[in-house]
């Protein structure tokens, strides 16, 4: 799990190019939050 402010930038493309899935947003720490989750990596066959 990730969670980052959503006015941070850097950091939302940090998760995007991740291939973080957000999962929800809320408020909390007096900003509004972004959580999201990673699938995990399958090895391939």
């Not at 999962?23 to 939050?33: G, I, L």
């Not at 959580?35 to 995990?40: E, Q, V």
Request: glycine letters at 6%.
């Amino acid at each position: 799990m990730l969670a980052t402010q959503t006015a941070n930038v850097g950091s939302m493309r940090l998760v995007a190019k991740l291939g973080v899935t957000e999962v929800e947003r809320f408020h909390s720490w007096d900003a509004d939050q972004w959580l999201g989750m990673r699938s995990p990596v399958t090895p391939s066959s």
